[in-house]
């Protein structure tokens, strides 16, 4: 075990140096449990040296082509030079912040982004959240959960290999294969966990789900902050609501949760 201490950058006067342990002896028990989808790249963003050699590792050895960046700046540059199917952003950043790079790269497309995070206050990680984030892990964590989060998220934004036939709902069209959901003949621009979100429901409408049932069917978490829920009905309904304030489509049901109202009528 290795112990490292978080370097602290005068332009994030916030942040306080923290100590973290990891392990950094070789990851030989990870592997990647689907090798017909390898050869996705995977873009780490962390200034930490020893995290990003543990998280780089780890995610070599499940065989993933790993690009790496140690500030913002570097993070915006390999992004946009590497095109990777998965994003593991760091929260704090000399140059510019996670959060802002996050918002930045979101503009520009629905790559899969995991925010790393020092912040144990909820509402830094909903800030990460609202910038686009499709998940966060707290620091200091395992290798192997941030492995098997990469794998997860993939594994749903990529599609099954058996193709599944389209499935229509009302005005949305559901295509899992392409990783698609058209409503009214447009394509709505989707997040990976939004996407996966928004098909769940769409096999289930009229269901009526609690964050918790949502967090482990739609995340595969048994456990997790309820918030990151939130937050991502919060994105989902900006996107396929006429007034997200007053949601018609996806609808709160107080003392449960949500659920999608299905209409017959485009």
Known sequence: MKTVGAPEHEA?????????????STPATVTRQNRERADRRVLVVEDDP????????????????VNTAIDGFGALDAAERFHPDLIVLDRMLPGIDGSEVCRRIRSRG??????????????????????????????PFSPRELVLRVQSILRRSIGDLTPEATFTLGEFTLDASAHS??????????????FDLL???????????????????????????LSTVTVTVRRLREKIETDPTHPTILATVWGVGYRLNFSETP
Do not use: C, N
């Open 12 to 24: 994030l006067s916030r942040w306080r140096p923290r100590t973290y342990s990891y392990d950094v």
């Open 199 to 225: 098909a769940f429901l769409l096999k289930h409408p009229g269901q009526a789900f609690s964050r918790e049932q949502l967090l482990k069917s739609v995340w595969g978490w048994e456990f997790g902050d």
């Open 110 to 139: 629905d790559v899969p982004i995991i925010l790393l995070t020092a912040m144990g206050s909820p509402d830094e990680r909903i800030a990460g959240l609202e910038a686009g984030a499709d998940d966060y892990i707290s620091k």
């Open 181 to 194: 959901i058209v409503r009214a003949g447009e394509e709505l621009a989707l997040t990976a966990r939004e």
């Open 50 to 65: 020893t995290v990003l050699e543990v998280t780089s590792t780890y995610l070599r050895a499940a065989g993933f082509i």
